[in-house]
């Protein structure tokens, strides 16, 4: 079983940054690949960025290439999404994910292949 537990939400200004972590409890961390997922008011919960368990494999949603950075530290079962540029619509809860064991290179991106979810936290970004 893994537990995970996000942090490092708040309200920043259009144009600033944010860095999301997350914690994961259990044992094979590495074996796991990890995303972030965010759910936006009225919207759909949907993907953000996802890591290999490994980390040497990353992928990203067009919406947030290039500004946002997920990355890992299994030495301490730790995952990461570093945010810049952000923008009002990058408004919403936002979710950290992990798949079940085997996943060392992989970097799934839908809902459905994360057996482990967070409670979320919530990024607001104001205009």
């Known amino acids: 079983q893994v537990q995970l537990v996000e942090s490092g939400g708040g309200l920043v200004q259009a144009g600033g940054s944010l860095r999301l972590s997350c914690a994961a409890s259990g044992r094979t961390f590495n074996s796991r690949a990890a995303g972030w997922f965010r759910q936006g008011p009225g919207k759909e919960r949907e993907f953000v960025a996802a890591?290999?368990?490994?980390?040497?494999?990353?992928y990203y949603a067009v919406s947030v290439k290039d500004r946002f950075t997920i990355s890992r530290d299994n030495a301490k079962n730790m995952v990461y999404l570093q945010m810049n540029s952000l923008k009002p619509e990058d408004t919403a809860v936002y979710y950290c994910a992990a798949t079940r064991g085997g996943a060392y290179y992989q970097t799934p991106r839908t809902n459905t292949e994360y057996a482990y979810w967070g409670q979320g936290t919530q990024v607001t970004v104001s205009s």
């Open positions: 890591i290999s368990g490994t980390g040497g494999g990353t």
